[in-house]
């Protein structure tokens, strides 16, 4: 299996694909003007103590006020690459907070619709292969580090550093032991680690180096609380290109081709003090193309948009995304097999597993989710559709819990939610339909136009470009953007008019070379 990931950057966002053989798995959008908080700490105020729902509102200096449930004040909120469990709720909210308290907090899901960020008061800092938890004092490892000599070394490299005392070889250096004499209890009094899945066969150094980072990064996020006066930012995660070089990165992906040479210089940085051993893979790319046309990127992200997902057998799925949660139907179409019913519903949903894997990860939907596959009479087919299911999931970086499958045929699934979906993204409510279906923001619009007469230049003649669009979006290009057309301008080196057309939807619009 070949992986890449191709990376396109521009002044207002910046988008990145992962592709597997040739075929979309995940987009990721990150906008200058609304970068996610997941990873980022606030120094708070208690605004709201509510004892009913064991729960608080933060103030965090955002629109909204934050939420914080007591289970993610005393409990410990991972992900799914911990093998630590949860700690047993003992306390009441009141106990532990008062309105007007301040309180040192970290997003662990973005605002959602209406909802605020969700908070937790458990402190985690991620580097390339681990993550360390200051006030929890316990060593997880990666549930897919499934060796079990692979999983003690690498508890013994993080004890061993704790520690500082020397370590007794055994047989060859990866088995390592540590004098029986020291309790772990004591040892990890100065904060918990999580060793990721990257950190496999990873060297004691360059574990060390990790842990030394974050270290450092947790003393000036110390210093920087005791300093900051509530609501404030403590501690802001990377951004979206480096977050995906620390967390996407690893030894299947081919290479990493970015098409900004800004960005390119800045990863390659980044890379030299982290994953040197990835440098050879990392490109600047200069096609005439745009990069995410390669493989049909920027088709299937539109297609992304659409509820109905076209199976390759005929069959087809229907994704109703609400807020309460996602519903996925399961529809044989215009395939009716070769033998008979029974077999035409089987593969039909052995199909749509395989699809709604990956269209959980493209479309990033979070929460519950409901499936509900084509009654099958045989039971076995339904134990291999859910096998199939549980297979294709296992691929999905964020932590996805799959119910058994009813006599109905309907799958439940949760999966961890921390950023909006590529709808939420993308797309508004429409002001025409009252809520019923979603259309494209005019930013969106204008983002779209921008990136079409790029490519529109860079295949034909022209002297001076006319844009025919929506009346917002006219407004957004000659408001809010104009800076950035003006930049547009300057770069192709020809001038751009705009013209109002009253029918248009805030979607379409015409790119008229003069």
């Not at 990873?202 to 210093?223: A, C, G, P, Q, T």
């Not at 007469?453 to 957004?476: G, H, P, T, W, Y």
């Amino acid at each position: 299996m070949t992986e890449e990931i191709l990376i396109n950057v521009t002044p207002q966002e910046t988008r990145v694909a992962v592709v597997e053989n040739g075929v979309l798995q995940e987009v990721h959008i990150e906008r200058s003007q609304k970068r996610g908080l997941v990873g980022n700490i606030f120094k708070g105020t208690v605004s709201r103590v509510l004892p009913g729902m064991q729960a608080a509102f933060i103030d965090i200096g955002l629109e909204r006020t934050g939420f914080l449930h007591t289970t993610d004040i005393v409990g410990l909120n991972i992900d799914n690459e911990s093998e630590i469990a949860e700690v047993e709720q003992t306390q009441a909210i009141e106990s532990v907070v008062n309105e007007g308290d301040e309180i040192l907090v970290q997003v662990i899901k973005d605002p959602i619709g209406s909802k605020g960020a969700r908070l937790t008061t458990r402190l985690s800092i991620p580097s390339r292969y681990i993550v360390f938890i200051p006030d929890y004092g316990s060593i997880g490892i990666s549930q897919r580090i499934e060796d079990e000599e692979e999983r003690e070394r690498l508890r013994n490299i993080i004890l061993s550093y704790q520690t500082g005392i020397e370590k007794l070889a055994v047989g060859n250096e990866d088995n390592v032991i540590l004098h029986s004499a020291i309790r772990e209890s004591e040892i990890l009094k100065k904060g918990g680690f999580i060793v990721r899945t990257a950190a496999e066969h990873i060297s004691d150094e360059d574990i060390f180096k990790d842990i030394e980072f974050l270290r450092k990064i947790w003393e000036s996020i110390s210093v920087r609380a005791k300093n900051t006066f509530p609501p404030g930012i403590v501690y802001e995660d990377l951004p979206l290109v480096m977050r995906t070089m620390r967390d996407l990165v690893h030894s299947d992906i081919e290479k990493v081709k970015i098409d900004s040479k800004e960005t390119y210089q800045r990863v390659m940085e980044f890379s030299k003090h982290f994953i040197p051993e990835f440098l050879g893979r990392i490109e600047y790319y200069t096609g005439t193309h745009p990069i995410l046309d390669l493989y049909s990127i920027e088709d299937e992200i539109q297609r992304s948009l659409s509820k109905k997902v076209q199976l390759k057998s005929g069959g087809y799925l229907i994704i109703d995304q609400t807020e309460a949660m996602t519903t996925i139907d399961v529809n044989t179409g215009a395939f009716v097999g070769h033998r008979n019913q029974e077999e035409t519903i089987y593969k039909t949903n052995l199909e749509a597993a395989h699809t709604i894997a990956r269209q959980l990860r493209l479309r990033n939907l979070g929460g519950i989710i409901i499936i509900d596959f084509i009654d099958m009479q045989d039971s076995e087919h339904g134990r291999q559709v859910l096998r199939a299911l549980e297979k294709h999931v296992e691929k999905d970086h964020s932590k996805t819990t799959l119910s058994e499958l009813t006599s109905l045929g309907l799958v439940q699934l949760t999966r961890k939610r921390t950023r909006e979906s590529l709808e939420h993204i993308l797309c508004e409510t429409c002001p025409t339909c009252d809520g019923r279906a979603s259309i494209k923001t005019a930013e969106t619009v204008c983002y779209e136009i921008f990136r079409e007469i790029l490519r529109e230049v860079r295949q034909f003649e022209a002297n001076k470009l006319l844009v025919v669009a929506s009346q917002r979006v006219v407004d957004m290009l000659l408001d809010d953007e104009s800076t950035s057309v003006a930049e547009l301008e300057a770069f192709i080196e020809r001038p751009i008019s705009f013209q109002i057309e009253p029918l248009y939807t805030q979607e379409q619009y015409d790119i008229v070379l003069l």
